[in-house]
Each structure stands twice: as structure tokens, then as C-alpha cells.
């Protein structure tokens, strides 16, 4: 196995970390349009940084970069990954709350970027709203937000993994 991965171009491995992303936005859209599992606040949030992740994964197996750049990119995805993570530990967080210490329900997402000033739409977003409470679909015992999670740092990791591979 070991030398399967020396032997494989990091082009590749890019183009699979952003691969991954890709399904995941895909399979939100078909959660979203097909099973009416509306996305809350926090959902979104997730899913533009997954969108983040795909571009830069992308990027990355276009440019097809040396040493440094591999490193520059390891940060980058790394950080992203990081930030999502963030995101989805809120969000959880949030679902595991009690009943009453729940956040009450604010205006929707279109009405906030269209009023307010994007600071405050993005403070809003991190608090989480009564929406974002709500269990929806669940796969093995997780629900989208754990899955993110997981998907958030598997992706920090697989960043990481490509800048410190060694080459034969």
C-alpha cells in the first residue's frame, strides 16, 4: 500500500480531496431538493465551506505544486478544514442543548443578507438558531452535522497527508 501512495502524482490526490467535497455538496442538494430536508443557517455555513475546500482541492490539482506550494496548500486546506470543523461542533452543540436553552428562531438567511451588514449576518449565522436545533437525517446514528464533522477533519487530514508524503 505504502508504495502505491509514493507512486501516485499529488495532482491526483488533489483532484481526490476534491472529489470528496463535491459528493458531499451533492448529496446536501439532493437531501435539500429531493427529500425536502431544508438546510438551517449553520447548514449553509458548512456547506459554502465545503464548497471552499472543493475549490481549493481543485486548485490545487491544476497548479500541481512543488515543496512549498504543497505546504501553502496543506495550511490553507488545514485551516478551512479547522474552521469548518468549528462550524459543525457548533452546530452540534447547539443540537444537544436542552429544550429551553435553545436559540429562538431569527429571520431567514435572504432577508439577513439583504438587511444587515455582513458582520452581524455573520455573527448571527455562528449563534444558531431554534432551526438549527432540529435533528434531521441520520446515517448509523449520525446526524448531517457529526457526518460533517468527521468529513471536515478527514479532509484537514488528507490535505496534510499530500504536503508531507515523501517522493521516490
Not at 488533489?14 to 448529496?27: I, T
Not at 438587511?115 to 434531521?136: I, N, Q, Y
Request: hydrophobic share 55%; aromatic share 10%.
Amino acid at each position: 500500500m505504502c508504495g502505491r501512495w509514493q507512486r501516485v502524482s499529488n495532482r491526483w490526490l488533489y483532484l481526490a480531496g476534491a472529489l470528496f467535497p463535491a459528493a458531499l455538496v451533492g448529496a446536501a442538494l439532493f437531501l435539500q431538493y429531493v427529500k425536502h430536508e431544508d438546510p438551517c443557517p449553520l447548514c449553509m455555513v458548512q456547506r459554502v465551506m465545503f464548497i471552499i475546500l472543493l475549490a481549493v482541492f481543485a486548485v490545487a490539482a491544476l497548479h500541481g505544486p512543488k515543496r512549498a506550494g504543497e505546504r501553502v496548500y496543506a495550511a490553507l486546506i488545514g485551516l478551512l478544514a479547522l474552521t469548518g470543523a468549528g462550524v459543525a461542533a457548533r452546530h452540534i452543540w447547539i443540537q444537544h442543548l436542552p429544550a429551553d436553552q435553545v436559540p429562538a428562531c431569527g429571520p431567514g438567511l435572504d432577508y439577513m443578507l439583504e438587511t444587515m451588514p455582513m458582520s452581524t449576518v455573520l455573527k448571527e449565522l455562528m449563534h444558531g438558531s431554534g432551526e438549527c436545533a432540529e435533528k434531521g437525517w441520520t446515517f448509523l446514528a449520525l446526524g448531517l452535522p457529526e457526518w460533517s464533522l468527521l468529513s471536515f477533519l478527514a479532509l484537514g487530514v488528507w490535505g496534510v497527508l499530500i504536503a508531507l508524503r515523501k517522493y521516490t
